[in-house]
């Protein structure tokens, strides 16, 4: 068995060090207000979890139409950006490093999310099986309209100005949401993508939204301030995509060169081994993530399959994840009934080791 220590050797992501190689991983919370501004819980929770050698933060919205979730926040507005500067001042005191999750649902939203209730946009007008948890409660989700190839620059700009602002934010640099079946990954996977532009086709074409939008989120913040998530073959908002392995690897060989901070991997059950078939394509550092444990982990960390290890339900619940890891320690289990809901239980109330609850 390996040392779990190596989790505990620095390394860097871009122009940012990271203490430990210990990554929390992106979590939507739901703590913010109507008009997408986290509330004062959320500098709380992310200074919790400052020890992480890097934090993910919750998928953002870069535009209004974005957003796919109740009280999810946004980055494009003043009032957001500087309830954000609270957020990032919290977890730099405590010496920690965070990255925003630039998150554009498309298809998987509702109109009662969209301004002036607006159909959610998608690559085509494919709808999605399943229901939007909306304040009206569960609503089927709708038929999404296609953008325009007209459109899509305007939308590749609005990513790029929300990592303008994650940097004026005080965010250490921002990451790409490309996973789990929201806009990018819906250009991206052969079943929601049916254009015939330049945009959609074969995997060359498939891939060209989120390459430009990388390369737009470069050009404005610094290839090493940007890094990108995606999750082959993950089924969730009923995402399918023909051939996986070629639309990944062409993925990979595209930005593999651009100078990107990282390349964050997230394996939901698959048998195929992406973390050996991408990580040699992308020059950059590499997060695995995924149902990982300490031990899987360090296993894959010591075997040089990955740089860095995300956790997602171990961080809700264990605010001071790498400290236990460190002394192998018990593991608090996540409540999954207060994931999303509003306030403080489930939220900033997980005790660290040695502390009263
Ligand atoms: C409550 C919750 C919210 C999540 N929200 C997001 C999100 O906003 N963006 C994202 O990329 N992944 C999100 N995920 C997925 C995690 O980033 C991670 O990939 C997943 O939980 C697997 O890691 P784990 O097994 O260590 O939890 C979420 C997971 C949980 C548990």
Redesign the pocket.
């Known amino acids: 068995m390996s040392d779990t220590r190596i989790l505990f050797t620095p390394v860097n992501i871009g122009r940012t060090p990271l203490a430990n190689r210990i990554v929390m991983?992106?979590?939507?919370?739901s703590r913010s207000d109507d008009a997408g501004v986290p509330s004062d819980l959320v500098p709380v929770y992310y200074a919790q979890r400052a020890s992480a050698g890097l934090i993910?933060s919750?998928?953002i919205f870069p535009v209004s139409a974005g957003k796919g979730y109740v009280r999810t926040p946004g980055l494009h507005s003043d009032a957001q950006i500087a309830a954000w500067k609270k957020v990032t001042a919290a977890v730099h005191a405590r010496g920690g490093r965070i990255f925003a999750?630039i998150?554009h649902a498309g298809r998987i939203s509702d109109p009662s999310f969209q301004p002036g209730n607006a159909t959610p946009v998608a690559p085509s007008a494919v709808r999605p099986k399943g229901e939007s948890y909306t304040d009206a409660g569960m609503k089927p989700y709708v038929t999404p309209r296609a953008l325009e190839t007209a459109e899509i620059p305007g939308i590749i700009a609005g990513y790029a100005q929300a990592a303008r602002n994650a940097i004026a934010a005080g965010f250490d640099g921002v990451e790409l949401?490309a996973?789990?079946g929201y806009l990018p990954m819906q250009f991206l996977s052969s079943g929601t993508n049916l254009r015939t532009d330049r945009y959609g086709g074969a995997a060359e074409h498939r891939i060209r939204f989120v390459v430009e939008t990388l390369e737009a989120m470069a050009a404005a913040v610094g290839a090493d301030r940007v890094g990108i998530?995606i999750?082959p073959e993950m089924a969730f908002n009923d995402i399918s995509d023909a051939n996986p392995q070629e639309t990944y690897t062409t993925l990979v060989r595209a930005i593999g060169g651009m100078g990107l901070a990282y390349l964050h991997v997230?394996l939901?059950g698959t048998p195929v081994d992406y973390h050996g078939l991408l990580k040699p394509l992308f020059k950059g550092t590499y997060i695995a993530?995924?149902?990982?444990t300490r031990e899987s982990a360090t296993e894959l960390v010591a075997a040089g399959r990955a740089d860095a290890a995300?956790?997602?339900?171990?961080f809700?619940a264990n605010p001071d994840l790498p400290e236990r890891f460190r002394r192998g320690a018990a593991l608090a289990a996540?409540d999954?009934g207060t994931?999303?809901t509003p306030g403080p239980k489930g939220y900033i109330d997980y005790p660290e080791l040695g502390q009263a609850a």
Do not use: C, D, N
Request: glycine share 20%; net charge positive.
């Open positions: 991983a992106p979590m939507t919370r993910i919750e998928g999750q998150m949401h996973a789990s998530k999750s997230g939901f993530g995924g149902g990982l995300a956790f997602g339900a171990l809700v996540p999954s994931f999303y």
